[in-house]
Each structure stands twice: as structure tokens, then as C-alpha cells.
Nanobody
Framework: QVQLVESGGGLVQPGGSLRLSCAAS????????MGWYRQAPGKERQLVAL???????NYADSVKGRFTISRDNAKNTVYLQMNSLRPEDTAVYYC?????????WGQGTQVTVSS
């Protein structure tokens, strides 16, 4: 079992920045991918960014150029640096990790972009 704990969400004004963190713990052998999804009220959960192994990254078109995903393997932690935030980025952000074919999820952290 892998446990994921997110942190770093909050309220920010449009144009501002936040950095989300997700720390993995438990029985960690080889996490192949980590990333972030988000879900806004009344909308489906959507992929925001993922990092495969250590260097391959992928982003939703809506966040390209504004968000950056990174991973610290020594700390089993994935980060999401979010810049130039917009009101439409408001959502609950969920961290996930894939290990041995299983997908694990964090509890989610709220990000609200509002003036």
C-alpha cells in the first residue's frame, strides 16, 4: 500500500502562484508515474500533469507554460508549481501514483483562485 498526502493548496488571487506537494509513504518499491488531476464543481476529473519515471512529463493544454511538475525521488515527493493562476484553475487537486499496476490517490487539496 502507498499513502499519498498533499499539501500547499489555498486561496490565491488571479495571476498568483502556488506550489503543491504530494509525499508518498508506505510500501514503496518502484513508482512508475506520479501526477495531478483536478476536479471543479460539476465537472469531471481531468488530468493536469504527470511525470513518468523521472523525466517524461505531460501537461493538459490549459496549463502548458504555466504549471511545472517535478519529482524528488529521494523524498518520494511530486510537486506542482502553478504560476499565472486563473479563476478557472479553481478545483480540488488530487495527487496520484502508479506502482505495480495499481493507482493510488491522495485525499485532495483545494485550490481557489479569486480576487
Amino acid at each position: 500500500q502507498v499513502q499519498l498526502v498533499e499539501s500547499g493548496g489555498g486561496l490565491v488571487q488571479p495571476g498568483g502562484s502556488l506550489r503543491l506537494s504530494c509525499a508518498a509513504s508506505g510500501t514503496i518499491t518502484s513508482i512508475s508515474a506520479m501526477g495531478w488531476y483536478r476536479q471543479a464543481p460539476g465537472k469531471e476529473r481531468q488530468l493536469v500533469a504527470l511525470i513518468i519515471r523521472r523525466i517524461n512529463t505531460n501537461y493538459a493544454d490549459s496549463v502548458k507554460g504555466r504549471f511545472t511538475i517535478s519529482r524528488d525521488n529521494a523524498k518520494n515527493t511530486v510537486y506542482l508549481q502553478m504560476n499565472s493562476l486563473r479563476p478557472e484553475d479553481t478545483a480540488v487537486y488530487y495527487c496520484y501514483a502508479v506502482q505495480s499496476g495499481y493507482t493510488y490517490w491522495g485525499q485532495g487539496t483545494q485550490v481557489t483562485v479569486s480576487s
